[in-house]
């Protein structure tokens, strides 16, 4: 009998890029979110980078592109907006203020929104749904993902006590940093020199925006103190982020074709029960000596720390429904728009709106910027900006290119 030639094995694909490439009619990055995990997601470090995918306009028309691009910004505004309003705000009376402090309580809700429109988003999505984890084998880089992701989280609100929230926002558009290095170090990826460049302008950026705020000149030694621990706390978010993104990436290249979708329902589903289950232990936590460095006061858990919150307060209450049904409704037209046209147009949006986040929170909530500030802010965004406009360059030659070897 004639040996037969045995077929070409499929490639494996090492982990990918920042940027994953879109997968064929799914989406695949908007379990990232809005920053956390936008971080995504938003998740996910906030922007979209050029993923391959059809192009723009390809699969949808006009009407479904204002619907995505208007839901996305109508979304994550009023995300960033109820945000910036729950954590900062202070309750009460001028003589007793306080603040919402329960960042895992805040995290459990969004992430309990979040796992259930995903998987009413899933089921909806197709005829026959895939399962929500398909193997035993995945289920160690998902709970990595609940893990370093619900761990992101208090960092950042934690930071929020010692930074103003415009710092907050523009910091977080560093998460390419981290990103960057855990693919260095731990998926030895190596990177085009752009991408370097894209680093070190955003860096430059947040550094300028933080060195020059207003009041630096009139700030004491412990003002100063308690910013450089603010940064630093934010630094170890922007550290969880970027392991949680590039879990991410690695379980996307691994495990296909598992979608954006499914990742949703998974990360959130495991991130409730971590959280519910600190959340549980928290009372008993509180009675120790770490009860007072993770900030429980009074001998209580956090829940009940905040339900007496939510009481006193009950119109904190909605903010905190509104917010996490904002973040949830906001990944699922991400969602939407990777699967209907090229997530080069994700890249606009994303860094458009994070934009419009700033001038937002410097409108209504009275920050003010000096000179050198928006210069910072001018770096990052541009830096930002230049790598998208790179990256839409390089996926136009790579197309010329296959339309040249198809036509030869």
Not at 113 to 139: D, E
Not at 198 to 222: C, D, E, N
Not at 340 to 361: E, G
Request: include cysteine; glycine fraction near 8%; hydrophobic fraction near 45%.
């Amino acid at each position: 009998m004639a040996r037969q030639k045995q077929p070409t094995p499929i490639k494996r694909e090492p982990s990918s890029e920042l940027i994953q490439r879109a997968q064929p009619g799914a989406a695949r990055r908007a379990s990232r979110g809005p920053d956390v995990k936008a971080q995504v997601v938003a998740n996910g470090n906030g922007h979209a980078a050029a993923a391959e995918g059809p192009p723009a306009l390809n699969q949808a028309g006009l009407p479904e592109l204002i619907v995505c691009v208007g839901g996305i910004y109508a979304s994550f505004l009023s995300w960033a907006f109820l945000q910036e309003r729950i954590t900062t705000t202070s309750y009460g009376p001028p003589s007793a203020p306080e603040v919402f402090r329960y960042p895992v309580f805040l995290n459990t809700v969004q992430s309990l929104f979040a796992a259930l429109t995903g998987y009413v988003y899933l089921r909806s999505s197709s005829a026959s749904p895939p399962p929500i984890f398909p193997s035993r084998a995945i289920l160690p880089g998902l709970a990595l993902v609940a893990i370093t992701s619900s761990l992101a989280s208090p960092f950042g609100y934690a930071s929020l006590k010692h930074l103003d929230y415009i710092t907050f926002i523009l910091a977080k558009s560093c998460k390419l940093l981290p990103v960057m290095a855990l693919h260095l170090t731990i998926f030895r990826k190596r990177f085009p020199l752009y991408k370097y460049a894209v680093v070190a302008l955003v860096t430059a950026g947040v550094a300028i925006f933080t060195l020059h705020h207003p009041s630096s000149s009139k700030r004491s030694k412990g003002a100063a103190s308690s910013s450089s621990w603010g940064l630093f706390l934010l630094a170890i978010n922007l550290l969880f982020d970027g392991l949680t993104n590039s879990t991410q990436d690695h379980i996307f290249a691994t495990f296909r074709p598992f979608s954006g979708p499914q990742m949703m329902c998974a990360q959130n589903i495991l991130t409730t029960a971590l959280t519910v289950l600190y959340l549980a232990v928290s009372p008993a936590l509180a009675t120790t000596s770490a009860g007072e460095w993770l900030g429980l006061e009074g001998g209580r858990g956090e829940f009940s720390g905040a339900v007496d919150f939510l009481r006193r307060h009950p119109g904190v209450a909605r903010d905190v429904l509104g917010f996490a049904a904002c973040g949830a409704v906001g990944q699922v037209f991400i969602f939407y728009t990777l699967a209907s046209f090229s997530s080069l147009l994700l890249v606009t949006v994303t860094v458009t709106r994070k934009m419009l986040t700033m001038m937002l929170s410097v409108v209504l909530f009275g920050h003010r910027l000096s000179a050198m500030q928006w210069l910072g802010v001018g770096l990052v965004f541009g830096g930002v900006g230049a790598e998208g406009w790179i990256q839409r360059r390089e996926k136009a030659a790579k197309e010329k290119a296959k339309g040249r070897a198809k036509g030869s």
